[in-house]
């Protein structure tokens, strides 16, 4: 072969292979990390494993391979169950910055925000993950917008939900939940309270030792705070009492659909969590 073409040949090889890796590069598991947005969605209502969720959540976020995660927390996206809501504002804005939305104190307005972030996600070419830590309801509205004001988007390939509790399901509005999986693309994984089951069991009757792993001083506050409303709010006023951290331990289960969106479904339990995303 002339020696013009073998470099030729060679420049090409080079060039579809740095393109595939740079592709590779944008992909954290499912998530395209240069166009995708993720809903984290917190219903606290009635059960405060939320509240541990969030500090799960905000651990992840704070990884240097999430640095380019576009992502917007809901607080208060709760379907028809009964029960108080379990408030949590300072560990919001601790966990989440200036990217979070309430939807129990301005439902009108909260939901307002997430469609325009939705759209312009949806504009760019982008997909959307809504991790639902509770209930359909929300999510529900979001579609109902996005489908009314952009009728052209395919909600079912472009708007992703992953749920993964029996109990959530039951708890939305029966309307709502059928919209829901009828007009996304619905993904039901295995529960994230228990393990061996093809998706992490973040939930233990015993705290794990998380602050040999967490070092970072926000995220230290964060787990602290955490630990500290949890236990308020357990079973008060009627609400939920769960007893995973009613015996002192953790419950972050709803985290298991934040894994399995960006590639960490493999990790066993609460202590994996903490060694995957340790500050080294």
């Known amino acids: 072969m002339p020696q013009h073409k073998l470099l030729f040949l060679t ?15 944008d992909k954290l598991g499912k998530f395209n990390i240069q166009k995708d947005l993720l809903l984290a969605q917190f219903d606290s209502k009635t ?6 969720s969030i500090a799960a959540t ?3 976020l704070a990884d240097k391979r999430f640095q380019k995660v576009n992502f917007y927390a809901v607080a208060g996206a709760y379907g028809d169950q009964e029960g108080l809501y379990v408030p949590a504002p300072k560990l919001f804005d601790l966990s989440f910055g200036q990217r979070w939305v309430n939807a129990h104190t301005d439902y009108d307005e909260a939901l307002k925000f997430v469609i325009s972030k939705v759209a312009e ?3 760019q070419s982008g997909t959307i993950w809504i991790a ?10 979001v579609i109902r917008a996005i489908k009314q004001q ?3 988007v395919d909600t079912k390939t472009r708007i992703q939900v992953v749920q993964h509790s029996d109990w959530n399901e039951g708890s939305t509005n029966p309307v709502d939940l ?3 999986k009828q007009n996304s693309g619905y993904h039901k994984i295995p529960d994230g309270n228990g393990k061996n089951n093809g998706t992490p069991g973040f939930k233990s009757h015993q705290m794990p030792d998380w602050r040999t792993y967490i070092k970072e001083p926000r995220l230290v506050s964060i787990w602290e705070l955490a630990i500290v409303i949890a236990n308020k709010y357990n079973g008060e006023d009627k609400r939920y009492n769960n007893p995973a951290i009613a015996d002192g331990g953790i419950d972050f289960s709803d985290v298991a659909e934040a894994s399995w969106i960006f590639g960490f ?16």
Do not use: C, R, W
């Open 11 to 25: 420049l090409i090889l080079l060039f579809l292979t740095s393109t595939l890796d740079a592709k590779e590069n």
């Open 47 to 52: 059960d405060v494993d939320d509240i541990h």
């Open 58 to 60: 905000a651990t992840m």
């Open 121 to 123: 996600t949806l504009e």
């Open 132 to 141: 639902e830590a509770g209930q359909s309801n929300f999510t529900a509205d």
């Open 150 to 152: 952009h009728p052209q």
């Open 178 to 180: 059928a919209y829901t």
């Open 265 to 280: 479904e493999t990790l066993n339990d609460e202590t994996a969590f903490f060694k995957e995303f340790a500050q080294n």
